[in-house]
């Protein structure tokens, strides 16, 4: 253990003594001849029970393992000579409060809590109302910028966010011989990002492959020293394979990208596109372009961000977004319609400001371009204008058919931030109000120490204000069938 780490430990053998029906606790004394000094934890709890620990373990039948209700009667005794009478009433009925001990009555009314139906209290993750003091740190970190991915990690499960965003929480993870998942996606984007700079897509498929197997081979040459394994090498596989050689071997991301490419005029409507015009456009605080800014009555939120691409047709006056999604997941077009995933209308909204100072441009869409390590490269969801779409986008149900409808989609994604930055600043952080998979509850980085309860979610008959997500559109604007996610 770490002084880093101590304060996650304090907390997780916290979560564990609350919520086990059983705890057997024990230490070693001695490792190969070597006294050991015992884990503080331990001392921390005899002093709070007043009791020594015992030499010898006990036996399975020992009265050594006491259920909750046995340890409680027990503090209660030995903190008060008369502190088992006044907690047994208690346990049973109200009444008695002002006699138990601090520690032992929140245990007590946080397990009445955590089974109410009737509303959500601060042990479910809803501080409202707030102690003047944690209402004034709520307020600073409202202040601060905020990424896409913070308000999509709000919006999905806003205890999640309380947990990783101001608690500072996070998992433990052993150290693998695999190539981290997020070091993938900063090679792509490293690798796409000196393609586009170093000049245009040319018409000639060959002299591309080339190109881009060059510039792939510099980008991960510093890396062969740093994962001096086999599972370096099938990464590096899955992302240049179909570069060099014969185009008979099975095309990896890369070689996928550049066949999609060429498809780019059955993909978006009219010509002129300038491909990849800006690149790994960053606005955030003390960069050249500083964050979006979105005000309301209870304040302003900044949007901080990097947009992967630019696409322009300056003949039309008209900017795409493309963005580049590294990973098997990638957002769903009911995500992106819904208003769970508000990043793709944000960045759109910072497009006027990106070309301000040459000539008036306005966004027609974005789109996701999902870059899967293990099997197709293709155009995902996006939100984009029906004009705008080419042949191979028609009937998609993430197209708007009008102007009015599309503006009015960047107008609601604003509306939903300053919506987060009320409820975010009111204490608000409940348990995810949808479904475990649509939420990512299967992935999450606290499972252990979460206590969503399905059936109590369903039943929860609270008036308590929670966040909402608002509908980029109306259902009448959405336009194509429904289609597989």
Request: glycine content about 6%; hydrophobic content about 40%.
């Amino acid at each position: 253990m770490t002084l880093e780490s101590l304060p996650m430990e304090r907390f997780l053998f916290r979560e564990v003594i609350a919520n086990a029906q059983q705890v057997v606790l024990s230490c070693p004394r001695l490792e190969r001849g070597r006294m050991l000094v015992p884990s503080p934890f331990l001392e921390d709890l005899r002093t709070a029970l007043r009791a020594e620990l015992p030499e010898e373990p006990p036996s399975a039948d020992s009265k050594a393992y006491l259920s909750t209700r046995e340890v409680l009667l027990e503090m209660g005794r030995r903190l008060n000579a008369e502190g088992a009478e006044r907690l047994c009433p208690f346990l049973s009925a109200e009444g008695g409060q002002e006699a138990l001990p601090e520690n032992v009555a929140t245990l007590i009314a946080m397990e009445r809590l955590r089974s109410s139906r009737e509303q959500w209290s601060r042990f479910d993750g809803y501080l409202d109302p707030l102690p003047v003091e944690v209402a004034e740190y709520l307020r600073r970190h409202a202040d601060r910028p905020q990424a896409p991915s913070q308000l999509r990690l709000y919006v999905l499960c806003s205890i999640r966010y309380l947990f990783r965003e101001l608690l500072g929480l996070r998992r433990m993870r052993p150290s693998e011989p695999e190539v981290p998942p997020t070091l993938r996606g900063t090679l792509v984007h490293t690798i796409l990002e000196r393609y586009f700079r170093e000049g245009p897509p040319a018409d000639d498929l060959e002299r591309e492959r080339r190109r881009l197997a060059q510039i792939a081979e510099e980008v991960l040459a510093p890396y062969d020293a740093v994962f001096d394994s086999l599972y370096w090498q099938v990464e590096k596989e899955r992302l240049t394979a179909g570069l060099t050689g014969s185009g008979a071997e099975e095309k990896g991301v890369l070689a996928q990208f550049l066949e999609l490419e060429r498809e780019f005029e059955a993909f978006f409507s009219g010509s002129g596109w300038q491909r990849g015009a800006r690149v790994e456009v960053r606005f955030e605080e003390g960069s050249e372009i500083l964050p979006l800014a979105v005000e309301g009555p209870a304040g302003t939120v900044r949007i901080a961000g990097r947009i992967d691409r630019v696409d322009l047709n300056p003949e039309a006056g008209q900017a795409l977004i493309v963005d580049y999604k590294v990973g098997s997941r990638a957002p769903r077009v009911q995500d992106v319609l819904e208003g769970i995933e508000l990043q793709l209308p944000l960045y759109l909204a910072m497009i006027p400001r990106l070309f301000e100072s040459v000539e008036p441009v306005e966004p027609v869409g974005g789109v996701y371009y999902h870059l899967h390590p293990f099997g197709e490269v293709q155009v995902g969801s996006g939100l984009l204008l029906q004009e705008a779409a080419g042949p191979k986008l028609r009937g998609r149900r993430f197209l708007v058919e009008s102007q009015e409808a599309f503006r009015e989609a960047l107008s609601r994604a604003q509306q939903a931030v300053l919506r987060i930055r009320e409820h975010l600043s009111a204490g608000r952080f409940p348990w995810t109000q949808f479904e475990p998979s649509q939420a990512g509850c299967p992935f999450c980085d606290f499972a252990t120490i979460c206590r969503l309860d399905d059936s109590r979610r369903e039943e929860m008959r609270s008036f308590q204000p929670v966040f909402e997500p608002i509908p980029l559109l109306p259902t009448a604007e959405v336009t194509g069938p429904e289609e597989a996610e």
